[in-house]
């Protein structure tokens, strides 16, 4: 931190349709990886917290679910937690990707977006795969909608215009103390971490529809005495069939998911040594589970 100059300290919004790139950017502004992240679209199903650092400035980058049109229980859970996530924000960022274009997902957050108060700003992700010459007709016709304060043009993947889009942030902060330690880099509970690790394997390793249809609930976190830490998971499906797929042939799917949400565990946890017994479980109505909601930071919605 510089001494001379005054701390700033603020909450940013991200918002935008799904598989915009919303995680991806919040990790690269944080500087290391705290949201999971997929080529599927609905990854991210609750908000979480990033905490990006600027000189004297902390940025809070709330990810928040993509906006959609909710089908399910969960979708409408994951949409209000979207919009929960811009509440009291000091600066809400739209985040679109710029090689998709302005579909009917994104005109709708738009229309929502565009009589708040807040101040906004936009981010047109995914330039280094995108058409040059589309760029400034997305920014045009959105500006033209609402009056964006700034407009960047970045790539979350390769970090094209993200020391910029970050000087811009920690600058549009408010004075004041910083609300989180200087090497704290997210709000998300350990438990809530493990269970992200292991559901981003889920995303990656299964190229069907079940990631959608299952849920993972850390059962139990623990430190033994050695400084290795013991974590038990339940992943819930809500059919056998689908248990069968997890598994795999002899339970090699399930060994390989586990392995490699272990080894990223071990690298987020600094090294330490993760002993991970996962387990899965039927239940047909995992998604009517109130609690379930709760620890995966999803409120009820009726």
Not at 221 to 240: F, K, N, T, W
């Amino acid at each position: 931190m510089t001494n001379s100059l005054p701390t700033r300290c603020g909450l940013v919004a991200i918002v935008g349709a799904p598989n915009a790139g919303k995680s991806t950017l919040v990790n690269a502004l944080v500087g290391q990886k705290v949201a999971i992240v997929s080529p599927k679209a609905q990854t991210t199903r609750t908000r979480l917290m990033g905490i990006a650092i600027d000189g004297p400035n902390q940025i809070m980058l709330v990810d928040t679910p993509g906006i959609f049109e909710p089908r399910r229980r969960l979708d409408r859970a994951m949409v209000a937690a979207a919009w929960d996530g811009a509440r009291d924000a000091d600066l809400i960022a739209l985040v679109v990707d710029s090689k998709a274009g302005l579909g009917p997902k994104v005109q709708g957050i738009v229309e929502a977006l565009k009589d708040r108060r807040e101040p906004k700003i936009l981010i047109l992700n995914k330039v280094d795969v995108s058409d040059k010459g589309k760029l400034l007709v997305h920014a045009e016709r959105l500006n033209e909608r609402i009056a964006f304060d700034h407009i960047f043009m970045v790539s979350a993947t390769t970090g094209d215009g993200l020391p910029e889009l970050k000087s811009a942030l920690g600058a549009a902060m408010p004075e004041g103390v910083w609300h989180f330690p200087e090497d704290q880099v997210s709000d998300a509970t350990d438990r809530m971490l493990a269970a992200e690790v292991t559901r981003e394997q889920l995303y990656l390793q299964l190229h069907a529809e079940l990631p959608y249809a299952s849920a993972v609930e850390t059962e139990k976190y623990s430190e033994r005495e050695d400084g290795s830490v013991e974590i038990h998971q339940q992943i819930l499906v809500a059919r056998p069939t689908q248990r069968a797929i997890i598994l795999g042939k002899g339970g090699q799917r399930l060994k390989e998911i586990g392995s490699r949400a272990r080894a990223q565990l071990s690298e987020l946890l600094g090294g330490a040594r993760v002993h991970l017994y996962l387990h899965v479980k039927v239940k047909p109505d995992w998604e009517e589970d109130r609690g379930l909601y709760r620890d995966i930071g999803l409120d009820w919605v009726e």
